[in-house]
């Protein structure tokens, strides 16, 4: 199994499932933002058609769970529990590895991306309570990031951009044409400078 499913969890997803009246429904599980501090690991309904290309199937003994392939070696180790308390019961999700690097050169442009940022830029950004993150990588090669904290409206930022932040990305992930800022920097109320 990918992800160990407890029991109590099971019983808990399949009444849940039971409650959509949708005859193909299943779970998909996947981790956003893996390998970042950020990282979050998600359970979605999922209606036949809507598991995506690269997913892993596992049958359980009453539903079937997609499991995202990018997010498989984030879920590593991860553990989804049901326990009941005076309120009702509580689902959770453990997944010491979501916010680990997992990064080869085969890994996803954007996981290599984020590993950068995460890594090796932002504990630098942090000295002036800033840090960047991803928001997309383009088709045409370019990584969109926002800038926040202190480098939102820095008067300095247009340096780090290009000095700091592009060198690095292009040092370590040699695939990027360059770097692009969508942060509003009309905004300076936590400016560094």
Do not use: W
């Not at 769970?65 to 529990?81: C, H, M, W």
């Not at 999700?93 to 680990?100: F, G, H, L, Q, W």
């Not at 904290?149 to 990305?169: H, R």
Request: aromatic residues 8%; glycine residues 8%.
């Amino acid at each position: 199994m990918i992800v160990d499913i407890t029991e109590s969890a099971q019983t808990y997803l399949k009444e849940l499932l039971e409650k959509q009246d949708d005859d193909g429904i299943s779970i998909r599980m996947f981790v956003s933002n893996p390998g970042t501090p950020q990282a979050e690991t998600c359970i979605a309904y999922c209606r036949l058609g809507e598991e995506q290309e690269g997913d892993e199937m596992v049958e359980y003994t009453d539903f079937k769970a997609y499991f995202e392939g990018r997010s498989i070696p984030f879920l590593t180790d991860a553990k989804v529990d049901y326990a009941t308390d005076k309120m009702g019961g509580q689902l959770t999700i453990r997944a010491p590895n979501s916010k680990m690097p997992q990064v080869t050169d085969n890994s996803p442009i954007e996981d290599r991306i984020n590993y950068v940022l995460y890594n090796d830029v932002n504990p630098g950004l942090a000295a002036h309570g800033g840090q960047v993150e991803l928001q997309q990588f383009t088709e045409d090669g370019y990584a969109v990031l926002k800038f926040g904290g202190g480098c939102q409206g820095c008067s300095a930022v247009d340096m780090t951009l290009k000095d700091g932040v592009e060198k690095a990305l292009l040092a370590k992930v040699p695939e990027i044409k360059g770097v692009r800022d969508m942060t509003d920097h009309s905004d300076t109320s936590n400016a560094y400078y």
